[in-house]
């Protein structure tokens, strides 16, 4: 395939804001494609590298070539070309590594037409947003190999990417999809939850439920099939090596070959009080040597959910008969703390959740979840049968900017532009803060920042939308300064989350979603007990 046809296709997708077009686009482009250009396809039309961060920023790309002039009008570069070209660019390091890159970025765009240039550029430098979203990619692949989104999507649940099921499905056909099934040793995206305004609304939404205590820890899968123990995060990575004491754990723990879902955090040895986040996130990521790291902060995993046991799949059985599974396989203390709500039209029992609640706040966590009993594992997905509740209106959100500070914080980037993904792939500016950063936070997110960087003119810097950052705020306020219509009132950072990607950031409905319950519920006595009103420090 030429990638003229990719950019183009880039491009109406940007110009298009009904899910409807976007998806016949794409599945258009699907059905074009050789299958084992597919993966290619979603990592472009998403605005990614296969390779990562290959070094190159504006410094190389600012001094664009004239556009090539294809022979007979045709353009040349094809997507598999491309793709080499940016592993060669990938693999370039050592003295004049810069110098190199130059000649390879020049020599790429020296071949590209106009079309080609803009969609390379905004490649490169991270700027492609024409809202070709991992669910409008999956429902074009879906449409290009006649099977429904709902088999896809559970095939790309269970394998954890999309570019390989598409792959398989467009050169074999719906067939291919039956061998897509849990494996022990792969992992798969965790179930999400959404967000509810208070215990009493999640239990009225979900009937016979559970409220579990919400963890601050870090979120881990772990996988045992005889001696072999894996230990994945949230976005899938291996972190193994770092966790002895979970792979412990695993290693006396009865029914392998299992997959295990929950946390590790770390509790104060003085208080038992559980420690904050960015101390269990630095732990993780030390590179000082493991046993070091683990005697100056011993962690422990803390489990919720079990996808298999005994080499059978759970996924599909209701959330009751999970945990009953789970409650076989390990003791009290390594299983999260929860409280059944039998039935949600009896007082009392709301009255105990409510109490669950105030008790889980008071012991120093962060707020509940509440889970419908008889819902399955739906992995992958932000569903409707998992609701959180926090003590205080937060939100996800993702750094667009930041302005250079001034006085103390000269040579710091400072005042930060919030954004919220739109369902289009851009993301809308919600306002601005610089409260609540310490001076550890601004170290860290200048550098950071500056990674990320995208443009600098000595006042702004604009950065490639990756950061994610915890906000806490008042409430909503009407302003015609910002597109949505809004702004956040009393704006204060609590943490950065790179743990977080910037898809998985709070959205701009939700946020408008939550106008008038943050109005409603602003002044409550449940937002002042927030244990989660003190900035913390960033994971290094």
Not at 8 to 22: C, D, L, N, P
Not at 116 to 135: H, N, T
Not at 496 to 514: G, I, M, Q
């Amino acid at each position: 395939m030429l990638l003229v046809r990719v950019a183009e296709v880039s491009g109406q997708v940007a110009a298009t804001s009904a899910r409807s077009r976007k998806t016949a686009l794409l599945a258009e482009l699907f059905a074009e494609a050789e299958p084992e250009e597919s993966p290619l396809v979603i990592a472009y039309l998403s605005g990614q590298l296969p390779q990562g961060r290959i070094g190159v920023g504006w410094s190389v790309l600012k001094n664009v070539l004239p556009p090539a002039v294809p022979p007979a009008g045709q353009p040349q570069l094809t997507l598999t070309g491309t793709d080499a070209a940016m592993t060669e660019l990938a693999g370039v390091s050592g003295a004049g590594a810069q110098a190199r890159r130059l000649g390879l970025v020049r020599e790429l765009l020296a071949a590209a037409t106009l079309t080609e240039q803009e969609f390379l550029i905004r490649l490169l430098s991270g700027e492609v947003r024409q809202g070709a979203l991992d669910a409008v990619a999956l429902e074009g692949v879906a449409s290009a190999a006649s099977v429904t989104p709902a088999e896809l999507r559970r095939a790309v649940m269970l394998e954890g990417s999309l570019p390989r099921v598409a792959r398989a499905v467009l050169a074999e056909g719906p067939a291919a999809l039956d061998r897509f099934t849990l494996r022990v040793g792969s992992p798969v995206q965790p179930m999400l939850a959404h967000t509810a305004g208070g215990v009493t609304e999640a239990v009225a939404a979900l009937g016979p439920c559970v409220v579990e205590e919400k963890l601050d820890g870090i979120r881990i899968q772990v996988h045992r099939r005889g001696e072999e123990v894996r230990v994945y995060t949230r976005s899938l990575d291996d972190i193994t090596g770092r966790l002895p004491e979970v792979v412990a754990v695993a290693r006396t723990t009865e029914g392998e070959p299992f997959v295990l879902d929950g946390e590790v955090i770390a509790l104060d040895p003085a208080t038992g009080r559980p420690m904050p986040f960015q101390d269990i996130s630095s732990r993780v990521g030390s590179r000082v040597d493991v046993e070091t790291a683990r005697a100056a902060l011993p962690l422990s995993p803390v489990f919720f959910d079990v996808l298999a046991a005994d080499g059978e799949s759970l996924v599909d059985r209701p959330g009751s008969e999970r945990h009953a599974v789970l409650a076989r396989l390990l003791p009290e203390p390594l299983r999260v703390r929860r409280t059944v709500v039998a039935d949600p039209a009896d007082p009392a029992a709301v009255d105990a959740a409510e109490a669950f609640f105030r008790d889980t706040l008071a012991r120093g966590h962060e707020g509940v979840l509440v889970k419908a009993l008889d819902a399955p594992y739906v992995a992958g997905r932000r569903g409707r049968t998992w609701l959180k509740v926090k003590p205080v209106h937060t939100l996800d959100l993702v750094i667009l900017a930041a302005e250079w500070g001034h006085g103390r914080r000269t040579g710091l980037l400072s005042n930060l532009h919030l954004g919220a993904p739109a369902d289009d792939g851009t993301f809308v500016m919600l306002g601005k803060t610089f409260k609540g950063l310490t001076d550890e936070m601004l170290r860290w997110q200048t550098g950071r920042l500056r990674e990320l960087a995208v443009s600098d003119d000595g006042f702004t810097v604009r950065v490639r939308p990756e950061l994610v950052v915890e906000i806490a705020y008042d409430g909503l306020q009407r302003s015609t300064r910002y597109p949505a219509g809004v702004t956040l009132r009393f704006a204060r950072v609590l943490r950065h989350r790179p743990d977080k990607r910037a898809s998985e950031a709070d959205t701009v409905e939700r946020v408008l979603a939550s106008s008038t319950a943050s109005r409603d519920t602003a002044s409550s006595p449940r937002d002042a007990t927030s244990s989660r009103s003190a900035p913390r420090r960033p994971s290094s």
